[in-house]
């Protein structure tokens, strides 16, 4: 069994089961060039390889790309990058590697620590999409995390993560991982969730107004959703807002759908213009800090 280290996440997987369901849910066909982010000792590359055409593995300790190097390297369809996914420039990076430019879908077990990172960076967010979206996104995360980002309104679970993913893609919560398939088990259960970005149903009409929104409606779960927006209108007058989109006065920020978020934010928009945009401020919304209650595992 090789060594773990902690900062990096790494919990290995061993069960064969919950490897071919992961597999089995990235849908592969032949044709397809799969991103990994942290192949760690390749326990899931190995089975990639074997369905896609190719499969790029990004891997942040040294050690373990030794380690694989020595493993997969004769592979013909396999390339290893080593370095801090979240910092690497991809495409410029493959450009001298045709068979492995564009990946179309990403399947990865990853470091739990860094999954909103890790989300934005793959997604993109509200008010800045990527703009060469994946096909689909298989990932194994942290129970909690997976919950919240598949959520729907109403349910405990939903909270701005939920609606900055919806806002891009579908999400699909698939079956959950215990803990005892890792070697060392991590503290918190875990599961398996497909992302699948998709055109956006009803963009914005700013959606870093929408991300400001966001931000301040779900600030405190408990209060109503009035008294959380105070900064932005009178709660009097987000009443008549509110009943304009059949919304009762009382809501909290969890009741509100993605389309109601959206319809929400045209309104504001259009009812104070100007004022809001000017104090709209661009990094108040990123999905990167919002997942702080879930990350150690
Ligand atoms: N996929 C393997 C390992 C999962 S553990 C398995 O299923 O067994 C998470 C992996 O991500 C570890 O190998 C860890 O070293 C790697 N990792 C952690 N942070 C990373 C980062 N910023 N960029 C790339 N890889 C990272």
Known sequence: MVKTRKQFGQHWLKSEKALSKI?????????????????????????????????????IDRDLCDLLGKKLGKIDNFLLLQGDFLSLELSQ???????????????????????????????????EPNPQPFESIVLLVQKEVALRICAKAGNHNYGALSVRVQYLADCEFLFDVPAQAFQPPPKVDSAVIRIKPRPIAQPAQSPKHLETILKLGFASRRKMLRNN?????????????????????????????????VNLSDRLLARSGNEILNSERSDSASMANRIEGGSEA
Not at 96 to 120: D, H, R, S
């Open 229 to 261: 927006l105070k900064s932005l209108i009178e709660p009097d007058d987000l009443n008549g807002v509110l009943a304009s989109l059949s919304l009762n006065p009382q809501v909290r920020a969890e009741d509100l759908s993605v389309a109601d978020w």
């Open 93 to 127: 990076l493959l450009q001298p590697f045709e068979p492995f430019q564009n990946p179309n879908k990403v399947v990865a077990n990853i470091p739990y620590n860094i999954t909103g990172p890790i989300l934005e960076k793959l997604l993109g967010r509200i008010a």
């Open 23 to 59: 597999v089995a849910a990235a849908e592969l066909k032949e044709t397809d060039r799969v991103l990994e982010i942290g192949p760690g000792t390749g326990i899931l590359t190995r089975p990639l390889l074997q369905a896609a055409q190719s499969v790029v593995s990004v891997e």
